[in-house]
């Protein structure tokens, strides 16, 4: 495995949306949340972030070191809670709950607007005779980040070590580049591949990173697009149209 390799792919969200993937992900009450479980997965996260070497921003640790410390918090007695001038209630959720609402309403604001934009791209004005009806193009199919893929990647590598065939070929060396020149053959002349489909044949933990490495390298070069036609479907890869 290319130790060295380190991904440079830009991440334009931040460890608030990562919150709101896992609340959303989970299914859970965004007023009803389980500090220790969104801890540890928001941890899951910056883990797999470390073992996939991939650069993310101070802030991330930041809201670590929060989560972490709201839910030791949390673990405590009210009447041996630490002082805390800023906080109007007891339970410790609450900021974080508030920074979430207040964070989701933009977010559904800027989706909104977004939204429009893309349906007047969409809207194509008839020439000739019936010039005042109007055709309507397709809609893409959403864009997939980086935290869906991270999700997709994890499902993957606990399916792969459940199963008993789980081996891991130390003589093998497994090299991004030439995963990548595997990926795009795969996504030739059309062909859209599922991100399962990429996995099904491998059945070692480097050979996995090694993999979804090059797939992150392909996206950063735009030479392929990964996308879902619903939120938590199937994620599909597609060779970007020239």
Same mark, same amino acid.
């Given at each position: 495995? #290319?130790?060295?390799? *380190? ?7 931040? &460890?608030? !949306?990562?919150? %709101?993937?896992?609340? *959303? =992900?989970?299914?859970? !009450? ?28 101070? #802030? ?6 929060? %989560?972490?410390?709201? *839910? ?6 009210? !009447?041996?809670? &630490? ?9 410790? =959720?609450? !900021?974080?709950?508030? $920074? %979430?609402?207040?964070?989701? *309403?933009?977010?559904?604001? /800027?989706? $909104? ?8 791209? =969409? ?28 999700? /997709?990647? $994890?499902?993957?590598?606990?399916? +792969? ?5 789980? =081996? ?28 399962? #489909? ?8 480097? #050979? ?9 390298? %392909? +996206? ?23």
């Amino acid at each position: 495995m #290319e130790t060295d390799y *380190k991904v440079k792919l830009e991440i334009f969200e931040g &460890p608030l !949306d990562l919150l %709101l993937y896992l609340i *959303k =992900r989970d299914e859970i !009450d965004i007023y009803d949340i389980s500090l220790e479980r969104i801890t540890s997965h928001y941890l899951e996260y910056l883990q797999a972030f470390k073992e996939l070497n991939i650069d993310i921003a101070g #802030e991330f640790i930041v809201m670590a070191a929060n %989560l972490i410390y709201l *839910k030791s918090r949390s673990l405590l007695p009210v !009447d041996q809670q &630490p002082p805390d001038e800023d906080a109007a209630e007891d339970d410790p =959720r609450w !900021d974080l709950i508030r $920074q %979430l609402i207040e964070y989701k *309403k933009f977010k559904e604001a /800027a989706a $909104q607007l977004h939204d429009r934009a893309l349906e007047q791209e =969409r809207i194509f004005a008839r020439t000739g005779m019936n010039a005042g009806a109007i055709t309507l193009a397709p809609l893409p199919l959403g864009e997939v980040g980086i935290f869906q893929l991270i999700n /997709a990647l $994890q499902t993957v590598i606990k399916r +792969i070590e459940a199963r008993e065939d789980l =081996r891991e070929i130390f003589g093998e060396h497994f090299t991004v580049s030439d995963k990548i020149e595997v990926i795009l053959q795969r996504v030739s002349n059309g062909v859209t591949l599922k991100f399962s #489909e990429l996995f099904a044949e491998i059945a070692g933990r480097i #050979e996995i990173v090694v993999t979804f490495l090059a797939l992150l390298e %392909l +996206i950063r070069l735009k030479q392929v697009r990964v996308t879902q036609s619903n939120p938590f479907d199937e994620i599909e890869i597609a060779a970007t149209a020239n």
